[in-house]
Every structure is written in C-alpha cells, then in structure tokens.
C-alpha cells in the first residue's frame, strides 16, 4: 500500500526567510514519482515540482527545491526567499508503478508567512 | 485553453436526491480522475479512469458511481446523497506513466448535503 505522510497541520515562516516542509512516504515500488502541490484560499490545485524515484540531482524549481533522501523516503520540500503569496495549503502526493497512476496524497500543511 | 472545467461551482443538495457532477477536460489527457478534499483529510480519490470505456475504484468509492463514454468527459454521480458526501470535489486529469505527468485539477465543486 501507498501511503504519504505530512505531520506539520501548519507552519509559520517569517517573509524572506526558507522554510522546510516535511513530506515521508511508504511504498514497494521500484519506480514511483514524488509531485508537491500548492493550494491557496482560493482553492485551485497548482502543480509546484517533480522528483522521480530514479533521478541522482534534487528537483528544483526556482524558489522551490525538493530535498529527496531516498533511504530515508523523504521529499521534504524548500522555500526560499517567502513571499506573502506563498501563503497556502501545501500537499505532497506520490503516484507508484503498481497503483495504476493513481496519485496518493498527504493531510497537507497549511503554511502562514508572517510580512 | 480551458483546461478542466468543472459544474456546477457550488450546490447545495438535500440527502436522498441524485446528484452528477459534470468534469470535461480538453487536453485530450487518458487519465481522468474523482478526488473529494475534507479538512484534515487532504485530497482522497473516489474513482478514476485510465482511458475511455475504462473505470476503476479508488479509495472511498461507495455512494458514487462514474462513467467514461468519452476522453473529454468524466462525471461523477450520487445516487441518492448523504450527510457525509458534503465535501468539495476535484476533477483531474493526466496523462498515463509514471514519469513527470502531473496531475492537473479543475477548479473544484463545493458541494453540500443537508
């Protein structure tokens, strides 16, 4: 079974500053991908970054990067630089080899950047 | 580009009446799929479908049905709504494999049941 696990329900982060959310996951497959969402209040789903299961560099994205330890299953994603308007809902999903495409998604962190 | 388009934007339904949920996409992507969002509960999927004529189950797929007749279309229905299906719903859609295809959302219908 899938599972994606984030256990930061909210975060505050001071603007300018980088911040670090946490994102593990569990599954079997040998090849899986690692996507982080971003949600704002005004509810779209917007796509943020990509790591695959088999890439050697860390994903980035200009502001965003995703720390993946492969060992650890862990895709913590990176901030940088916190703008106001990075103020969000933030979900990591996970989609395996054997699930189908299905996307498996975590609980979310919502995330608050103080001015 | 319209993307996915999802209707209606918000209802208000009383329990043991039928509801569909409309969800086209016009990216001509194989993959589409039925999400509900609960506080707490991030994003959980209901049913999805591989390509038309195709569905499968997802995670909490009792109390709704779906259907696949064509690549564009994808609704999801309730036939007789609960209390518990207040939710707000995501229609996504995407291309097959496991490599770098995300998932792109519609922009969500609220729905409640009173």
């Known amino acids: 079974a899938q599972k994606i696990t984030q256990t930061q329900p909210g975060m505050f982060v001071q603007e300018k500053e980088a911040v670090t959310l946490d994102c593990t996951y569990d599954?079997?497959?040998?090849?899986?991908?690692l996507f982080w969402y971003k949600q704002p209040s005004s509810g779209e789903m917007i796509f943020l970054i990509y790591?695959?299961?088999?890439?050697?560099q860390n994903a980035t994205e200009g502001r965003y990067s995703l720390n993946f330890q492969k060992a650890r299953k862990s895709a913590n994603l990176v901030i940088s630089a916190s703008q106001l308007g990075d103020s969000a809902m933030y979900f990591c999903a996970m989609r395996g080899t054997n699930t189908g495409n299905q996307f498996y998604f975590g609980t979310g962190t919502s995330l608050t950047v103080i001015p | 580009i319209a993307g996915i388009t999802q209707a209606p934007t918000s209802q208000i339904l009383a329990a043991g009446r039928r509801m569909t949920l409309r969800c086209t996409q016009d990216m001509r992507h194989n993959a589409m799929y039925w999400y509900r969002q609960d506080l707490g509960l991030g994003l959980r999927l209901i049913h999805y479908?591989?390509?038309?004529?195709?569905?499968g189950k997802g995670e909490v797929p009792d109390g709704y049905s779906v259907s696949r007749a064509n690549t564009d279309d994808f609704p999801l229905t309730l036939a007789s709504a609960v209390p518990s299906q207040t939710s707000v719903y995501f229609c996504?859609?995407?291309?097959?494999?496991?490599?770098?295809?995300?998932?792109?959302f519609g922009p969500g219908t609220r729905l409640t049941v009173l």
């Open positions: 996504a859609s995407g291309e097959l494999g496991t490599g770098y295809n995300e998932q792109f």
């Open positions: 790591q695959g299961s088999y890439d050697q």
């Open positions: 599954t079997s497959d040998p090849s899986y991908g």
């Open positions: 479908s591989n390509t038309a004529g195709t569905t």
